[in-house]
């Protein structure tokens, strides 16, 4: 169709997020992100992309999350020539984030390919290599806030704040296309309200399509009160047990999160007794990126910003930026908080402190964040009773705790609260999330503001002439 507007990525699941935008003989690609989950999720990862990509003339970046980041480098690599827009902080993040994915599957190829060499067995390639990843970030143009920028003929743009991440975008186009003229918005991934750190979604009041993420659209979290509770009662039970407390998180968002929570509740929650810290070297990064752009934190961290500014946010805090450093936290049995990417367990330095620590009936872990199907994360949090790591089945005797309230998504309560901002009900489409939660918020939706949404599947494509038509399949 020569106006659409079809859905390769994050479509019945959470991950991958990638929509592609004609118009006529131009187009734009919404994210480009990596599949993540099981082995043969991220196998996927490999295939080639179900489009040109020397026929994209822009990307449009929500955020630098990896789910939503993750492929650009195979898009520069497929023949893309065109220009990334994404917000500043997001272009700053996708500079360190997107070299780790680079130099993990460079390191792991190389151990790939000596097993293969030792069996006779052809050699296989990185997914991306750092040059790739450099010659990516030269097509990234970062802009700010709230200022509305023509990217192509008839296309322009402005990203409003999602409050997901540090630069996540709400993504607004406002599209001209013989003599069709249409505004479509992309929540990308939302935050919550009165969420730590950064500032809530922006309300959009104007549209004509809407695309909206729907990862919790079938649950709400629990309240700030009951997440501060149950933190603290955490920390407690470890303390008389006298064990560590593991906690995988997402190096950029989350470890942040918990920073703050832990600056502002340190007397509280008596977080003198612990040693916290953080072994992530992207973590590390990350929170540079934020001292570059504090204007971007709420009132309330900018006011503990200033305050820790020329100090150490907690006199307790070990950054561990190299591989001796994390293995020296080996030699702590007990008192020692780790905060470790990555998130979902799938790879980074929480695996190797899970294999020291998770046999261990006085270890807790704590899960801070969504865990997608096939990943560690998820079967830990499914009651696995072991876990592969290394090669080896270590059993589960550690305590596992999730927290979700510490979630950087808003919940179904939340979600159909940011869609009610919007006058007159646009059209509505829901990517982002697993088949029964997105059901589940198809069916509030309609229930609470006789809202009838449509639900992406892969492929899925939407005649843009006819607003309030129905997806097709491809």
């Known amino acids: 169709m020569a106006f659409s507007i079809q859905f390769f990525g994050a479509t019945e699941e959470v991950s991958g997020s990638c929509h592609l935008l004609t118009i006529g003989k131009q187009r734009i690609l919404l994210d480009c992100g990596m599949i993540q989950g099981g082995r043969e999720d991220e196998v996927s990862n490999r295939e080639p992309f179900p489009f040109d990509p020397k026929s994209i003339d822009a990307v449009v970046l929500s955020h630098a999350h990896i789910d ?8 520069i690599r497929g023949g893309f020539k065109g220009t990334i827009f994404t917000h500043e902080a997001s272009r700053d993040l996708c500079e360190f984030m997107l070299k780790d994915v680079a130099f993990i599957s460079e390191r792991e190829t190389k151990w790939e390919n000596k097993k293969r060499a030792r069996k006779g067995k052809s050699l296989v390639e990185p997914l991306y290599t750092m040059e790739d990843v450099a010659r990516a970030m030269s097509c990234f143009k970062g802009l700010k806030y709230a ?21 996540s975008a709400i993504v607004e186009l406002w599209i001209e296309y013989h003599g069709n003229k249409r505004k479509i918005v992309f929540s990308g991934d939302l935050g919550r309200p009165r969420m730590p750190v950064l500032r809530d979604p922006t ?22 009160q009951d997440t501060k509770r149950e933190i603290r009662s955490v920390l407690n039970v470890a303390t008389n047990g006298k064990g560590n407390i593991l906690m995988p998180a997402f190096s950029v968002g989350r470890t942040q999160e918990i920073l703050y ?21 992207m973590a590390i990064d990350a929170i540079k990126v934020f001292a570059k752009h504090s204007e971007l934190f709420d009132a309330k961290t900018s006011s503990l910003w200033r305050r820790h500014k020329k100090n150490s946010l907690l006199p307790n805090l070990h950054l561990s930026s190299t591989a001796d450093q994390s293995m020296a936290i080996n030699n702590i049995h007990k008192g020692a908080i780790i905060i470790a990417g990555s998130g979902m367990c799938t790879g980074g330095r929480i695996r190797h402190h899970l294999k020291y620590n998770i046999s261990r009936k006085k270890c807790h872990v704590v899960m801070t964040g969504f865990q997608v199907r096939g990943t560690t994360g998820r079967a830990l949090v499914d009651g696995a009773r072991s876990i592969k790591l290394e090669g080896d089945d270590v059993p589960v005797k550690a305590k596992i705790h999730t927290i979700g309230g510490l979630s950087a998504h808003a919940d179904q309560k939340g979600l159909m609260k940011w869609y009610a901002n919007f006058k007159k009900r646009p059209s509505l ?8 939660a997105t059901a589940g918020l198809s069916h509030y939706l309609e229930k609470q503001l006789a809202v009838k949404s449509q639900i992406a599947t892969p492929g899925s494509i939407l005649d843009l002439t006819k607003i309030d038509g129905k997806l097709a399949k491809s």
């Open 68 to 75: 939503h980041s993750g492929r650009i480098p195979l898009l």
């Open 147 to 167: 200022r509305k920028k023509k990217i192509l003929p008839g296309v322009k743009l402005r990203l409003s704040d999602a409050g997901h991440i540090l630069g």
């Open 203 to 224: 309300p959009v009041r104007q549209a004509d399509l809407v695309i909206m993420e729907s990862t919790y659209g079938d649950r709400l979290h629990q309240s700030w």
């Open 261 to 281: 929570l832990f600056a502002k509740y340190y007397k509280e929650w008596r977080l003198d007794r612990w040693h916290v810290f953080v072994d992530s070297p």
């Open 429 to 436: 489409i829901l990517v982002h999330g697993e088949k029964q």
